[in-house]
């Protein structure tokens, strides 16, 4: 999407015109492929990272201290930078860019950056302070040595709150400007980068603290994403300046639009803290295992959905900014449809195949078949939210678009409170199920409760048509289930235990519950089965356009 300044005179042309809706659709879904496919591969790098850290580290305390010293961080970074400050930025800079003030869109840039450099390095220095406390409350399971290390670990990581709301303006405005494929393999260099830590630095430190080489890993990987998107920066017709007008009405706007996102999406990051601290009350174990199952819990997450909400964001931005709230409805449902398409699926090999995927992706080294027995437990319990959390991303997203974004900060609240509550009265019965139980109730409840206000706000959206999809996703992962099982099953009894024999079977297993998930979608005349076919049928041949998979219908 071309961008021109003019040489002389006090107005700027609009970053586009109209543009049709056919091709708009063919661009969108061909964006969200490629982003799909960067962040597969970032995330296939982040299983590596975990499958390299747990044969070094298994689930025991120092890997239960790592996870909840960066938690806290990570929770805190999720208030004031990433995605928080995105949804608050991408819809004041989209809309700028739309009534062709990209002079003005640059400057709020620049004031944003400077208000980060000046709050976010005063915070680092109270939380240096303040560590040993927050540390305590964060893990009251924990001993008084391995609270001292969790404290050592959440100092060494703290800055990463900074140096990522700083990389939320860089890849904001990239993203508005349609340019994703920097900020969506940067984070393959993140993982890259720590992975390389922990294969050189354990040897600087002694055998109990070569845990800190994770810590030191995450704090360089950070500053390598940071770094990685600048050249993309340069090629956008604009330039950072120092920037102190804070009173500029476009910078408030952005704050006060950040306020109830900031709420909103730190208090979706409160549920992992909630579920390491109810993990700590039923053993040293739980809080790492409940991580581990996490992660792979974000593998199709990350593929699918993340990409498809990321995507789609700055386009539901312009519709709002337009006010072409059919468009806006309608992308939203169609993006929907396609996350349940791929989560569904997704959830069910998680649920089905837990075990054995955990085993393979994991048993090795310190971790033993006892810590496989933890993860797929908590990996059982996070699938049944798989698809209503993809739901809920895109849909909170929509609420940002819309720059309305204390409904969905009020239904987050809510859902923290379900989680507390669900998790508080099954973490002693039920152990790492009760306690994960939790956050799965609480994102359904949410996902729901979103969809019902928007319905309102919008004046509908499409549920009958994403029902009846659904309804037909979930006949054809039946049989995806049947298939996949028997057959691992089968395999697992004549091949064994070896790693070899694990590879085969588990993907096997995957690859034919695939083909019968695929079959039966298309026999069934799921419509996003046929919006995919139909994309790589244009990729390839360059017939007429049809709309595309993320379409404006």
């Not at 201290?65 to 004041?92: E, H, K, Y």
């Not at 390491?276 to 009350?281: H, N, V």
Request: hydrophobic share 55%.
């Amino acid at each position: 999407m071309a961008v021109e300044e003019r040489s002389s005179g006090t107005t700027e042309p609009p970053v586009a015109t109209a543009e049709a809706p056919s091709r708009r659709s063919r661009r969108l879904a061909l964006s969200t492929a490629f982003f799909a496919f960067a962040t597969g591969v970032s995330r296939v790098a982040g299983l590596a990272r975990e499958i390299y850290a747990a044969s070094l580290f298994g689930v025991k305390g120092p890997m239960s201290a790592f996870t909840i010293a960066f938690q806290v961080p990570n929770l805190i970074r999720a208030l004031f930078a990433d995605a928080a400050l995105q949804g608050a930025f991408v819809p004041v800079f989209t809309e700028l860019l739309e009534k062709g003030k990209k002079r003005e869109a640059f400057k709020v840039a620049s004031g944003l950056v400077s208000l980060i450099f000046l709050i976010l390095g005063g915070l680092t220095i109270v939380y240096w302070l303040a560590a040993p406390l927050l540390m305590h409350l964060a893990a009251p399971g924990f001993g008084s040595a391995l609270r001292h290390l969790t404290v050592v670990l959440s100092r060494i990581m703290f800055p990463i709150v900074l140096i990522m709301a700083v990389q939320g303006v860089f890849v904001g405005m990239l993203n508005s400007f349609e340019r994703f494929g920097a900020p969506a393999f940067a984070p393959v260099l993140w993982n890259g980068v720590i992975i390389l830590g922990l294969a050189v630095l354990p040897g600087l430190y002694s055998p109990g603290k070569h845990i800190y080489a994770y810590a030191w890993g995450v704090l360089g990987g950070t500053l390598v994403q940071l770094i990685f998107p600048l050249p993309w920066l340069r090629g956008l017709g604009g330039r950072f300046t120092l920037e102190f007008n804070w009173r500029n009405p476009y910078v408030t706007r952005v704050l006060k639009l950040m306020l109830p996102v900031t709420i909103a999406l730190g208090l979706i990051n409160f549920s992992l803290l909630i579920n390491s601290f109810f993990g700590t009350l039923v053993n040293s174990q739980a809080p790492a295992a409940i991580d581990k199952a996490f992660r792979i819990y974000m593998l199709p997450q990350g593929i699918f959905s993340v990409a498809i909400a990321t995507i789609l964001f700055p386009t539901l931005s312009r519709f709002a900014a337009r006010g072409e709230y059919t468009d806006l409805r309608n992308t939203m449902a169609n993006g929907m449809r396609q996350i349940c398409l791929t989560l569904i699926p997704s959830a069910a090999f998680m649920a089905i195949l837990a075990e054995p995927i955990t085993r393979l992706i994991y048993q090795r080294g310190q971790f033993t078949a006892h810590a496989t027995s933890l993860v797929s437990e908590a990996m059982v319990v996070w699938a049944f939210s798989l698809p209503a959390q993809g739901v809920s991303l895109l849909l909170s997203r929509t609420f940002f678009s819309l720059q309305r974004p204390w409904l969905t900060t009020a239904l987050s609240g809510a859902n923290l409170l379900v989680n507390a509550v669900v998790a508080l009265a099954l973490y002693s019965p039920l152990g790492v199920t009760g306690v994960v139980l939790g956050t799965v109730a609480g994102t359904v409840a949410m996902a729901t409760c979103q969809a019902l206000v928007l319905r309102g706000q919008l004046g509908g959206i499409d549920a009958r048509r994403t029902l009846d999809a659904v309804a037909r996703m979930l006949v054809a992962t039946a049989a995806l289930c049947a298939a996949a099982y028997g057959i691992w099953w089968g395999l697992d009894r004549e091949l064994g235990r070896a790693l070899w024999a694990q590879c085969v079977s588990v993907g096997l297993a995957i690859g034919a519950g695939t083909a019968v998930y695929a079959a039966l979608v298309w026999v069934l005349r799921v419509p996003e089965a046929r919006q995919i076919r139909t994309l790589l049928a244009r990729r390839f041949t360059e017939r007429s356009p049809e709309p595309g998979p993320i379409g404006t219908a």
